[in-house]
Nanobody, 121 residues
Framework: QVQLVESGGGLVQPGGSLRLSCAAS????????MGWYRQAPGKQRELVAS???????NYADSVKGRFTISRDNAKNTVYLQMNSLKPEDTAVYYC???????????????WGQGTQLTVSS
């Protein structure tokens, strides 16, 4: 079994910064792509950013230049540094990872439980 645990959400003022962390634990042989998604009230879940094991990144247009995704493969952890936050960034943020649990298994996608980010004055 694989668990993803997010941390770092909270309340921040517009223009502020925050960093989210997500640590994967359990039966892990390797992790391919890790990412962050978000879901605002009444909206569909959307990709915010993703990073491959080799470090290639992908961002939603709405966060380019403001958010930075990174990962520490030794710690099975992915981070999302969020700067210049806007009220429209308010959402529940979910961590996502494509995990290979054993050397003979195929990758499966796992999700964290979500962490709330509220951007408000």
């Amino acid at each position: 079994q694989v668990q993803l645990v997010e941390s770092g959400g909270g309340l921040v003022q517009p223009g502020g910064s925050l960093r989210l962390s997500c640590a994967a634990s359990g039966s892990i042989f390797s992790i391919y792509t890790m990412g962050w998604y978000r879901q605002a009230p009444g909206k569909q879940r959307e990709l915010v950013a993703s990073v491959t094991r080799g470090g290639s990144t992908n961002y939603a247009d709405s966060v380019k230049g403001r958010f930075t995704i990174s990962r520490d493969n030794a710690k099975n952890t992915v981070y999302l540094q969020m700067n210049s936050l806007k009220p429209e960034d308010t959402a529940v943020y979910y961590c996502n990872a494509d995990v290979v649990p054993t050397i003979t298994a195929m990758a499966a996608t796992y999700w964290g439980q979500g962490t709330q980010l509220t951007v408000s004055s």
